[in-house]
């Protein structure tokens, strides 16, 4: 069957080290992959996009990486703040019109100072 | 307003009530998705407008749940006899191009059902 799976539920670390988050997926051939952040109670909110043939995309202190082989993708914050602390989705299509974005579970990052 | 407006914020209906749920677009956004979030998942996908066309419906987990956005802006997600396995919270997002495969989806806040 299809599956997105996000390392853990939570993940827990000091203010200033690099967090990185995992995102893995069978019986997926996307062409895509996203990573959003919710707030408890907020709609998730964009923040980078990666495609297929781009194995890695950075954007700030974010970086994101995709391993179409490994079928993962690792999202990373470097120099983290307690302000980062939230839900990290992954996402990704499940099908090639893009009708159809699929989600994981999400991984909740608390980052204390 | 400059986002995704959805509304109402919060419903609470007794099992068996009809419910509709609004969301408004950003204005001029083609590709409109509707999601349900239940407590502590991640979002899951129910269906796809590219403008007025219903192009992906295959989310929908029965023939209760039912969506239209018949003048391509504004839809409204519709659960019919609301069961407690309903309470969740129903997500929209909207996007300028066709489909999710070529940019961000932007957010509404989301409406809470709550059946009692």
């Known amino acids: 069957s299809q599956k997105i799976e996000q390392n853990s539920e939570a993940l827990n670390i000091q203010e200033g080290k690099t967090a990185t988050l995992t995102c893995n997926y069978t019986?997926?051939?996307?062409?895509?992959l996203q990573w959003y952040r919710q707030d408890p109670g907020r709609g998730p909110v964009f923040l980078l996009l990666i495609r297929e043939n781009e194995k890695e995309k950075r954007k700030e202190r974010l970086k994101v990486t995709f391993d179409t082989t490994l079928k993962q993708s690792l999202f990373h914050i470097t120099a983290s703040q307690p302000a980062d602390s939230a839900t990290y989705l992954c996402?990704?299509?499940?099908?090639?019109?893009?009708?159809?974005?699929?989600f994981g579970k999400g991984t909740t990052l608390s980052v204390s100072s | 307003g400059a986002g995704v407006s959805q509304s109402p914020r919060y419903k609470v209906a007794k099992r068996g009530q009809d419910v509709a749920l609004r969301c408004d677009p950003i204005s001029g956004h083609v590709s409109l998705f509707w999601y349900q979030q239940a407590l502590g998942q991640g979002p899951e996908f129910l269906t796809y407008?590219?403008?007025?066309?219903?192009?992906?419906k295959s989310g929908l987990p029965s023939d209760r749940f039912f969506a239209e956005r018949p003048e391509g802006s504004v839809s409204t997600l519709k659960i019919q006899r609301t069961q407690q396995e309903d309470s969740a919270v129903y997500l929209c997002?909207?996007?300028?191009?066709?489909?999710?495969?070529?940019?961000?989806?932007?957010f509404g806040e989301g409406s809470r059902l709550t059946v009692l």
């Open positions: 997002a909207s996007s300028p191009l066709e489909g999710s495969n070529t940019g961000e989806l932007f």
């Open positions: 407008f590219q403008n007025e066309a219903q192009l992906d």
């Open positions: 996402a990704l299509d499940a099908n090639q019109a893009g009708t159809a974005l699929i």
């Open positions: 019986n997926y051939s996307p062409a895509y």
